[in-house]
């Protein structure tokens, strides 16, 4: 019981918001995506299918609308990023929401919860925090998975990266927090196991990882600003146009 309370706590609390105390977190880089480098959101829908759905779900998207937006034809969709099945055994169609096999009993039983839906994870946590924290898994014997994580203190979710990423253990140094107390904190990591990935591969995996999460979570956001910016052009257009026909109804007044 207690394992399945700890548990339950690491799935939930990333997705509620509530950020890691003390003001002390590791790493806190700032990134920013680009939504024209479909390339990279590719790369990301790629991790996605093969780390994260496993255990969590994008099903406010299909997968033949992920692949028309990031430019993958549906031949390719279902070859490269589908690989669950129908109730009936068949493999998944590409019309199909982005949800996984696991069902709701097992995850329930397995876990104390069902796994969060990531659909609009970057909505609500932002990307330069997902960016940081899908980076700062560290070992720690003492949690339930011998992790734990830099940026969300006693994290209960396992890190499914550590393949890619290795293994890392945390540097610690005094400093001062917002309250001006002198606290012990993280301030770097060295790799103890290393994984599949260098750093900066690495690096390159999770913002690529958190570009499409980005995208998932408001796909239509770059058709809106195209619009918006179409908008802009014709009535600022439309406003020359109008001053001109001002002027040329009013001419024989004055």
């Not at 918001?17 to 590791?26: K, M, N, Q, Y």
């Not at 759905?53 to 406010?60: L, P």
């Not at 949690?143 to 890619?164: E, I, T």
Request: charged fraction near 20%; charge should be negative; aromatic fraction near 12%.
């Amino acid at each position: 019981m207690k394992k399945t309370l700890i548990v339950m706590i690491g799935f939930l609390l990333p997705v509620m918001g509530f950020a890691a105390g003390g003001g002390a977190s590791f790493p806190s880089d700032d990134i920013t995506i680009d939504w024209d480098d479909k390339a990279s959101m590719q790369r990301g829908a790629r991790t996605f299918v093969n780390y994260c759905m496993s255990c969590h779900e994008a099903s406010y998207s299909r997968y033949n609308r992920v692949g028309a937006d990031l430019e993958i034809d549906d031949a390719q969709v279902s070859e490269n990023l589908i690989f669950t099945t129908d109730k009936n055994g068949d493999k998944t169609k590409v019309g199909a929401l982005m949800t996984n096999s696991m069902g709701a009993d097992y995850a329930s039983e397995a876990f104390g919860i069902i796994p969060p839906d990531l659909s609009l994870i970057a909505r609500s946590r932002g990307v330069d925090w997902l960016y940081n924290y899908l980076r700062a898994f560290y070992v720690d014997e003492s949690r339930p998975f011998g992790m734990n994580n830099g940026v969300f203190d006693k994290v209960g979710m396992p890190h499914v990266l550590a393949d890619l990423q290795g293994y890392q253990v945390p540097k610690m140094a005094m400093k001062v927090d917002a309250n001006g107390d002198q606290i012990e904190a993280i301030v770097g990591f060295d790799i103890v196991k290393p994984g599949a990935l260098s750093k900066s591969e690495f690096d390159q995996t999770i913002y690529d990882l958190v570009g499409f999460l980005d995208y998932v979570s408001e796909p239509y956001r770059q058709t809106r600003q195209n619009v918006g910016t179409g908008v802009i052009i014709f009535l600022f257009l439309f406003l020359i146009l109008a001053y001109f026909l001002k002027k040329e109804f009013w001419k024989d007044i004055n």
